[in-house]
Structures are given as C-alpha cells and as structure tokens.
C-alpha cells in the first residue's frame, strides 16, 4: 500500500512562487513513474509534471513548462514540485499521484488528499 501526503499550498500573488512537497510511504516500484496533476473548479484533472522515479527523467504540460520543476530526494522519500512565476490560472487541487506512467492522470495508481493553491491576481 502507498499513502501520499502533500503540502505546501497556499495564497500567492501573480509572478511569486510556491513548492510543493509530496511525502511517499511504501513501495511505488522503480519502475514507475510520480506526477503532479491539479484540478481547477468545474474542470477535470490534467497531468502538470512527471518524473521517473530514478529521478533522471521529467516531463511536463507545455502550460507550466520553463515555470514549474518536479524533483524527487530518494533518502526523504519526497517528490516535490517548484512552481514560479505563478499564474491565476494556476489556481487549482494540486495532487500527488504514484505508480503510473506518462501524462495520463488515468494511469496512476495512488492519490494523495490534494493540497490548495490559490493565485491572486
């Protein structure tokens, strides 16, 4: 059994930055992948960033791409997830998902709780 728990969400202004932190308990498999997907009100989960879990890896949404970087740290048992130079847009469920591959939120096993993220303007 894997349990995700994220945090880090917040408020933030337009242009600031926030990191999010996703802590692993149990066995995901090396060989699959960690991603971010986030979820905005009325709208259905998208991927946001992947990264395999030997951490050599990332993918990500052309929509944050050159703004967000996913990384993981092997001995914390943690994927994280820096985003800067926050849009409004960015507002959204942030989760942590394991045990999936590629940009298909569909193909991921396990979910955390989700952690909030909210952009003013």
Known sequence: Q???????GGLVQ???SLRLSCAVSGRTGSSYDMA???QAPGKEREFVAGIRWSGRSTYYADSVKGRFTISRDGAKN???LQMNTLKPEDTADYYCAAMGVGSDPHL???WGQGTQVTVSS
């Open 14 to 16: 337009a242009g600031g």
């Open 78 to 80: 943690s994927v994280y």
């Open 108 to 110: 991921y096993r396990y």
């Open 36 to 38: 971010w997907c986030r």
């Open 2 to 8: 894997v349990q995700l728990v994220e945090s880090g």
